[in-house]
């Protein structure tokens, strides 16, 4: 169940709520304009074992992140293996095409910036024939680690060097216990992958798991608590683009 929090901040589960559904995939909308995002938006995808998929985006460029399964990124006439903490970068304009051949479904986040809203442009794909260019595809174990405050560390995987202006993509790792709570210039979504912990937004708060999402507005002041034996791993997206160690401390210090 979503629970709303103090400064417009949100969580959800990942897959509540009844999705849009088309031809072996389905979509749930978290993250928008309509639901009081300023630019930012979130959709889990999930397609279907055994099929294929595509669509195109005319006007934003889109990234993602793959939850679980597998697949492949179909582009130029190649085919470029995705799996779990796979990040993938379309420019606006250029057909996004995936096929899961595997027996298990393909589970994937979306975030279009600025966002278009909500339609989703579907096309018929012929898997056997190129397709247009505009995609990549970077792998958490490619990217180096950078440390932050705290003890957290992080690893980008979609931002400038992948040819995306727009928005910073990364899989962060958070320490035992609570930092300070801060807040940043940009507008975030969050998803947490593992470990145990709990959200606060001023004196509001709310637990959080693997498949728990949210909802960061510009300038709110929050924090995550790791109340677990073990580092909290998240995934963060956030616009406009910039550094995952950039946050402000309550009071004005950086």
Not at 26 to 52: C, Q, T
Not at 61 to 80: A, C, I, P
Not at 179 to 198: F, T
């Amino acid at each position: 169940m979503a629970v709303e929090l103090a400064g417009g901040c949100r969580a959800f589960e990942l897959r509540e709520g009844e999705p849009v559904a088309r031809e072996g995939v389905r979509v749930w909308r978290h993250v928008g304009r309509e639901r009081g995002a300023e630019a930012i938006s979130l959709s889990v995808l999930e397609v279907a074992a055994a099929s294929n998929t595509a669509w195109r985006n005319l006007s934003s460029d889109e990234v993602l992140f793959v939850l679980s399964g597998s697949g492949d990124l179909l582009s130029e006439g190649k085919r470029l293996r995705i799996g779990p903490d796979s990040g993938i970068f379309v420019r606006g304009g250029a057909l996004l095409a995936l096929s899961n051949a595997g027996e298990t479904p393909l589970l994937l986040l979306s975030s279009r910036c600025p966002d278009p809203g909500f339609r989703i442009l579907f096309e018929q794909i012929d898997v056997a024939a190129p397709i247009s260019r505009g995609s990549s595809v970077v792998r958490f174990e490619d990217r180096p680690t950078e440390h932050a405050g705290d003890g957290r560390w992080f690893r980008v995987l979609v931002d400038a060097e992948a040819g995306c202006q727009q928005v910073t993509q990364f899989v962060g790792f958070i320490p035992g216990g609570r930092a300070p709570d801060h807040s940043h210039e940009y507008e975030e979504v969050v998803c947490i992958l593992e470990g145990e912990g709990r959200f606060w937004s001023g004196d509001s708060s709310t637990p959080i798991g693997p498949g728990r999402g949210l909802y960061l507005p510009r300038r709110q002041p929050h924090c995550l608590e790791n109340t677990g034996t073990k580092p909290l791993k998240l995934y963060g997206l956030f616009y406009p683009a910039g550094s995952p160690a950039a946050r402000y401390r309550a009071g004005g210090e950086g």
